[in-house]
């Protein structure tokens, strides 16, 4: 496919000349923008219009962006769409330890807003008849923080919990609710996050959470 030069122009008006293919992906298009003005990736939004940007697995020509096309860049601090975890897809990570599963489902608004969600199980030898409950047996824990942005430095993003929601025999180091969410970009789309896991019990263990779909 035929190169193409895309217009990316920043909020201080300044404009950025990025030559590229137009077989390229926008994943890649935000890779070289993050490059060319010295931040994560996962800060890069850019905008054609009014209109997020936000396939990134698609080619530029699927998206309709050909030479000379003008784009806008906003850089954001804080998260934004849906992210999750799931240790049965990241190559069986376990961040709780052996013997546990684990997933999490975030989802972050534009107004500082975030909703994170920790389901977790370990695999135990119990005896399960038709009465039995994980949940009040130890061996599975639930979680749902509501929160709300708190501060962003240094590439960290802090993140009030404002509610919280939780089923399952928290105890020790997790038995009181956590205060507060440690989020950090990493890779072209990731996100750490610091949660505590209950199958674990272990107060901050870091859950890399991938993009996904939702917005």
């Known amino acids: 496919m035929p190169s193409v030069v895309v217009v990316v122009e920043q909020l201080n008006g300044e404009e950025i000349r990025m030559s590229t293919e137009a077989s390229d992906t926008l994943a890649s298009l935000k890779r070289a923008v993050a490059s060319r003005v010295n931040v994560a990736v996962g800060a890069v939004r850019l905008l054609r219009g009014s209109e997020l940007l936000a396939a990134p697995h698609a080619t530029l020509s699927d998206a309709g962006i050909g030479d000379g096309c003008r784009l806008s860049l906003v850089v954001s601090q804080m998260p934004f769409g849906g992210y999750a975890f799931d240790s049965n897809v990241h190559g069986g990570l376990q961040p709780a330890g052996r013997n546990t ?18 389901d977790e199980t370990e695999r135990t030898s119990d005896s399960e008849g038709s009465d039995y409950d994980p949940y009040e047996s130890g061996a599975a824990f639930y979680a749902s923080y509501g929160c709300e942005l708190a501060s962003c430095e240094g590439g960290y993003m802090k993140f009030r919990v404002t509610s919280t929601e939780r089923k399952g025999r928290f105890r020790g180091t997790v038995a009181d609710p ?3 969410v440690v989020c950090k970009f990493v890779g072209d789309d990731g996100l750490d996050v610091l949660l505590p896991f209950a199958a674990g019990g272990l107060q901050s263990l870091c859950a890399p959470c991938g993009k996904t779909g939702k917005r």
């Open 101 to 118: 599963e684990a997933e999490v489902n975030a989802s972050f608004s534009q107004d500082g807003s975030a909703e994170i969600v920790v």
């Open 178 to 180: 956590m205060e507060e």
